[in-house]
């Protein structure tokens, strides 16, 4: 068993918070174990929960849309949540939940040890830049911004954006999110 294949076990196995008891799957993540980038959402929504992977909804094929528009493939990148089950009605995960399942997730970045973190929506950025030593402000005002940060003993530059479902409803969220791709794309060409 590789260290990521032990983080998926325990994972699927959980049930250190009391998300649990509502999921069909649990969902580590998936995707490139030598990814440059590494993308953080929020926790499983109902298609994610059913199927057992990230990003498989609406706003999963929206990320996928932004991802191939500036010429990244989904294998070529990592992807997972702050939260690894789906919270009731898609509410928002509650501190003590994001406080619980977060050592999985500092287990993953540890192994992908990306050059390139992106968080999508608030409780990404909330959990990551605070993390990284950096205070955080409103998602309008630190999106599409380039953090050079220290995290988890290695350098990577965390780049906060919108939530692809805010997106989904919202023209001027999707006009800045893909901006903020295309930011990442420049970053990732500018720093190979
Ligand atoms: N929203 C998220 O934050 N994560 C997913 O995996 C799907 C939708
Ligand atoms: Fe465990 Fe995280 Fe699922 Fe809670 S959300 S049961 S901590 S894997």
């Not at 294998?75 to 690894?84: A, F, L, P, R, S």
């Amino acid at each position: 068993l590789d260290a990521m294949e032990a983080v998926e076990v325990e994972v699927k196995a959980c049930r250190k918070c009391e998300l649990w008891r509502g999921r069909k799957n649990a969902v580590p993540g998936e995707g490139n174990l030598d990814a440059t980038v590494m993308f953080i959402g929020e926790a499983p929504g109902y298609r994610e929960d059913v199927k057992g992977q990230p990003f498989v909804g609406a706003a999963g094929k929206l990320l996928d849309e932004m991802l191939s528009r500036v010429g990244f493939s989904r294998d070529e990148v990592y992807i997972t949540n702050v939260v690894k089950c789906r919270p009731p009605e898609n509410r928002d995960p509650l501190p003590s939940e994001i406080e619980t399942c977060t050592p999985y997730l500092d287990r993953q970045i540890r192994i992908i040890e990306p050059k390139f973190i992106v968080t999508l929506g608030k409780h990404a950025a909330s959990y990551i830049l605070p993390k990284a030593g950096f205070e955080t402000g409103s998602i309008t005002e630190i999106h599409g911004r380039v953090y050079e940060a220290n995290l988890l003993g290695f350098k990577v530059f965390i780049i906060p954006m919108y939530h692809p479902a805010a997106a989904l409803y919202n023209a001027k969220y999707k006009d800045e999110l893909n901006r903020d791709f295309q930011l990442l794309r420049l970053e990732f060409e500018r720093r190979r």
